[in-house]
């Protein structure tokens, strides 16, 4: 083939294209790029890709992403899928680099960091390639349809275009296809289907297949729960690099979660994740190095973590920050250095940082900046800025440097929640309580709805309440505990309490040994009535196993968490093992 390329090359810019590609491949690049070049300009779309593969790698020819796009551009133009695929590639990722563009490509589910990114032309190109059957292309434009500006979206046909991808045997539409029926799953079933598909693209190893993997698996979401089998996919997305998994495995190791604690090497992959970029890892760095453990406390380098956490837009790291000021713990007590940074907690919407705000005028601290607070709050909001419309909202329900108003702060909120998710959670509590505004549960609903969709894990779990109770629409709640599963998969103890009831049921729709599994979950965080509702099946064997020892403990946990009700049933205990068991409405 390679004699006949070179008799055809004067007559066949397909022919010029080999002979080039294999100069280029056996060390003769500049002779080869020659080659391949004027195969290029004799509209050969294929080698046109190739030219621009050439500039966009700087093999063999220095790299020039002008070059490289103005290449593509024509292949993509004359038609050739690959051109297209990469073109929209680089557009969604901001990128002029290759490498960067295909791996964006190979995990959609990533954060995206690129630099200037062109969604409408990533569209163009992208839709293209996929309507001549380019799998890749197929899950991009999918990626972009689902999670591209509001303007681009449309989830159902993201569906779609992942489906075709994934039914051709590509990775990353499986992914897409899992993380699509994810978001919209409203039984069981759906969710292993996610699962499923999630599972397929790990099997292929990609990174945030894995990830993902290991956080179904860890919360039992669609798939059997093994706590013990999670940490080691995090290991393994975490080896590609990919931050979140690092995070993840880091805390796995830090606290003996399902692998033998190692707090060296956890503290290692924290500070990996930290450097990538997570401000969480950098967040919990950063808690590390000022709590010490078994070495003496570092607070220098807790600050640098920290603050490399804020600037990142982590509330909690500024309101750390504001406390290590406070304390003095790096040099003597600031409390004009405490008053900024917890400002600018609260400013990022962190509500601890507003009290401790009030902690520094209680103190005499920091009164004249405090005092400014509303009023800095104010200027953003009546500038459009939604967050700050929220925080004067804060300030006017607590009376934070304002006079106190619940009708104003309504409003406010009410304002910030056409675009900022917190607030539409808010927003919903207010309306439920009616402060500020009459009540009106039908709205709070669709209110929680919007920031449920949005991500917001206690509006989740609040709509899924007003589904199981009635109230501001109709009961549903097979809806409710899909709304459930996604809030505990994210660690959210009310909704594993909340799952576990549901299971608990009467008659035939009784699952107790899921009840339990469930209250166990929530138990284990810190759940006050999930301990109630474990204790109680352990003492009376609801689930099969009777552990009078482990339910006396938990009831006292819940006591002295101020559950009345486990007083109550530590009496039933210490004097009938068979007293009457009370109904699961009781906690």
């Known amino acids: 083939m390679r004699v006949f390329d070179r008799l055809a090359a004067p007559f066949s810019a397909h022919a010029r294209m080999r002979v080039g590609l294999d100069l280029i491949a056996r060390g003769r690049g500049a002779k080869g790029f020659r080659r391949l070049a004027r195969a290029a300009r004799s ?43 990469l073109l929209a590639a680089l557009h969604v990722q901001g990128s002029a680099c290759a490498a960067d563009a295909i791996d964006f490509a190979a995990s959609l589910s990533a954060r995206h960091e690129g630099g200037n990114p ?19 292309a197929q899950a991009l434009l999918g990626h972009i349809l689902s999670a591209g500006p509001a303007a681009l979206r449309d989830p159902g046909q993201a569906t779609d275009w992942f489906r075709r991808s994934a039914g051709a045997g590509c990775p990353q539409g499986s992914l897409g296809l899992g993380l699509a029926l994810l978001r919209d799953a409203r039984d069981e079933a759906t969710l292993r289907a996610a699962a499923e598909e999630i599972r397929k693209a790990a099997a292929t190893r990609l990174s945030t297949a894995l990830y993902l993997l290991g956080a179904l698996t860890e919360f039992g979401v669609g798939t059997a729960r093994d706590p013990a089998a999670a940490p080691a996919l995090y290991r393994d997305a975490a080896e590609k690099g990919l ?16 692998v033998a604690r190692d707090v060296v090497a956890g503290e290692s992959w924290l500070r990996r994740a930290a450097h990538a970029g997570d401000a969480e890892a950098a ?52 409390p004009a250095a405490a008053t900024e940074w917890l400002q600018r907690a609260a400013g990022m919407g962190d ?110 779990v609040s709509l899924g309440e007003m589904m199981v109770n009635g109230r501001g629409g109709p009961r549903d709640q097979g809806a409710a505990g899909n709304l459930f599963a996604k809030a505990a998969a994210q660690g959210h103890a009310g909704a594993m309490f909340a ?64 559950v009345t009700q486990a007083r109550l049933d530590l009496e039933r205990l210490s004097h009938s093992e068979a007293a009457p068991l009370p109904s699961t409405t009781a906690a």
């Open 43 to 85: 509209n050969c779309a294929p080698a046109q890709y190739r030219v621009g593969l050439c500039y966009l790698e700087g093999n063999p020819v220095p790299r020039s992403p002008v070059e490289a796009t103005r290449w593509l551009e024509r292949a993509a133009r004359g038609g050739h899928a690959d051109a297209q695929f």
């Open 351 to 460: 509500q601890p940082a507003q009290a401790e705000l009030g902690n520094l005028v209680l103190s005499g601290g920091a009164v004249s900046e405090l005092l400014k607070v509303g009023d800095w709050f104010e200027r953003g909001a009546h500038m459009g800025d939604p967050v700050a419309a929220f925080n004067l909202a804060v300030c006017l329900t607590e009376g934070l440097g304002v006079e106190r108003d619940d009708r104003k702060a309504a409003e406010w909120i009410r304002r910030a929640a056409e675009s900022l998710p917190v607030a539409q959670y808010w927003y919903g509590r207010i309306l439920t309580e009616g402060r500020g505004l009459e009540a009106d549960l039908a709205a709070a609903r669709v209110w929680f709805g919007r920031a449920a969709e949005n991500g917001i894990v206690d509006a989740q």
């Open 243 to 258: 931050r979140q998994a690092q995070l993840r495995w880091g805390l796995a190791l830090l606290q003996g979660r399902g």
């Open 118 to 136: 062109d969604y409408a032309a990533a569209l163009t190109w992208a839709r293209r390639a996929a309507e001549q059957g380019h799998a890749k």
């Open 283 to 334: 967040v919990l760095v950063g808690h590390l190095c000022a709590n010490g453990g078994e070495r003496a406390p570092n607070y220098a380098e807790a600050a640098i973590w920290l603050q490399r956490a804020t600037e990142q837009g982590h509330a909690a790291a500024a309101r750390m920050l504001g406390q290590l000021h406070a304390a003095g713990t790096l040099g003597i007590p600031d």
């Open 499 to 562: 799952l576990g009831v549901l299971a608990d049921g009467t008659g035939a729709a009784a699952d107790r040994a899921c009840a339990q599994q469930w209250f166990r979950q929530a138990a284990e965080r810190g759940h006050p009535y999930a301990q109630v509702m474990l204790a109680r099946y352990l003492a009376h064997g609801l689930a099969g196993s009777t552990d009078l020892q482990e339910a006396q403990r938990l009831l006292n946990a819940a006591q002295a968490a101020g």
